[in-house]
């Protein structure tokens, strides 16, 4: 290790890098998990309400090549 390195494993014990640095990395990546599993339980529930517009279409053919053959 470098000379300037040196002390620091010595004076700073480990439950200060456990506490202050460690656990509250841990729990900011759980808490972003959390939450985006819950924005997407939303955007599943929105989607599961709403009708697909190209299943009710009888000839299946988009409004773009409606408007393509015109």
Do not use: H
């Not at 656990?23 to 808490?31: D, E, F, K």
């Not at 599993?37 to 709403?50: A, D, G, Y």
């Amino acid at each position: 290790m470098s000379p300037v390195l040196v002390p620091f494993p010595r004076e700073l014990p480990g439950w200060v890098l456990l506490c202050g640095v460690f656990l509250p990395v841990t729990l900011l990546l759980l808490l972003l998990i959390a939450y985006f599993r819950i924005k997407l339980m939303e955007v599943n529930e929105e989607l599961s309400q709403t009708p697909d517009c190209r299943c009710n279409r009888k000839d299946n053919s988009s409004v773009y090549q409606g408007k393509k053959q015109m």
